[in-house]
């Protein structure tokens, strides 16, 4: 009987790899499913500015087949930790607090603030961030890092206490209740998130009114990819420098602005 010579294994991988050359890569990016207007779910449906960023510069990488996905923020981070999931938007970049993650280019920025209600309001001035706050139950998205170790240490010795709960809606609403004292949000979400409650609350339902007492530093989204588990995503170093590449041609085509602006449309 004529035996065929063994191939080296190198040879085998490209043989195979070549075979599938003309088939996308399938994979799945998760998105903040709380977060509108940048990443949210309505309908059933992943919607929001980060969303429709993400969709249009994936049209530009044929070679993959993206699914996206919802899932709660918390719950996304500690995907990206394990490496169980892929790619998740859109973290700031923390990278000492979350080793585990690396980071696109940036895609939008967003504005911090501090808002917080008349009660609190009516009993101490706040001017400064966060000596004047010192004491008070300041609200978080489950899941956000409010600032660096250093900025920790301050909150943790002016006796502030952080108080997560999931969603800029939620969050709202306790702060329009008196179930906390403030939140700390981006301004458009929150402008955005405010519009929805005033529409949708019935006439007369007790609220109190929130003011903007701080802005605090800008953040940067970013898409988030796991550094973990890399034998799992052989093609993660191909995947952001295409995805980067994608992004920054949306920057200066102003593809980007275009998407925020469709966004805010009334």
């Known amino acids: 009987m004529l035996r065929m010579p063994m191939l080296p294994a190198a040879l085998c991988l490209f043989i195979a790899a070549s075979a599938q050359a003309g088939t996308p ?14 990443s949210y779910v309505e309908n059933g449906q992943l919607k929001g500015i980060y969303t429709q960023i993400v969709r249009e510069a994936l049209q530009a990488m044929p070679q993959y087949a993206v699914q996206l996905r919802p899932v709660p923020w918390k719950r996304g981070l500690l995907m990206l930790q394990t490496g169980e ?5 859109p973290p700031y970049s923390w990278r000492s607090e979350r080793p585990y993650v ?10 911090l603030v501090v808002l917080c209600n008349q009660d609190v309001l009516a009993r101490r001035a706040l001017r400064q961030w966060p000596a004047d706050y010192g004491g ?3 609200g978080v998205n489950a899941g956000f890092l409010l600032g660096d170790a250093a900025l920790t240490a301050s909150l943790r010795a ?6 997560p709960a999931k ?4 969050n709202l609403l306790k702060l329009m209740r008196g179930r906390i004292d403030c939140y700390v949000s981006d301004r458009l979400s929150a402008q955005w998130e405010l519009q929805r409650i005033g529409r949708e609350s019935p006439p007369g339902t007790p609220m109190q009114a929130i003011e903007e007492t701080a802005q605090l530093a800008s953040q940067q989204g970013h898409l988030g990819f796991t550094a973990r588990r890399p034998a799992a995503y052989p093609y993660r170093d ?3 420098a295409q995805f980067n590449a994608a992004i920054v041609r949306m920057q200066n085509s102003g593809a980007i602005r275009r998407i925020v602006d469709r966004a805010l449309l009334p």
């Open 85 to 89: 999931a892929f790619a998740l938007y």
């Open 238 to 240: 191909d995947f952001i």
């Open 136 to 138: 008070l139950h300041i």
């Open 158 to 163: 002016e006796k502030i206490v952080l108080d």
């Open 167 to 170: 969603g800029t809606r939620t």
């Open 102 to 111: 690396r980071y696109s280019v940036p895609l939008l920025m967003e504005q």
């Open 25 to 38: 890569t399938p994979l799945v990016i998760y998105g903040d499913d709380d977060y509108p207007p940048y």
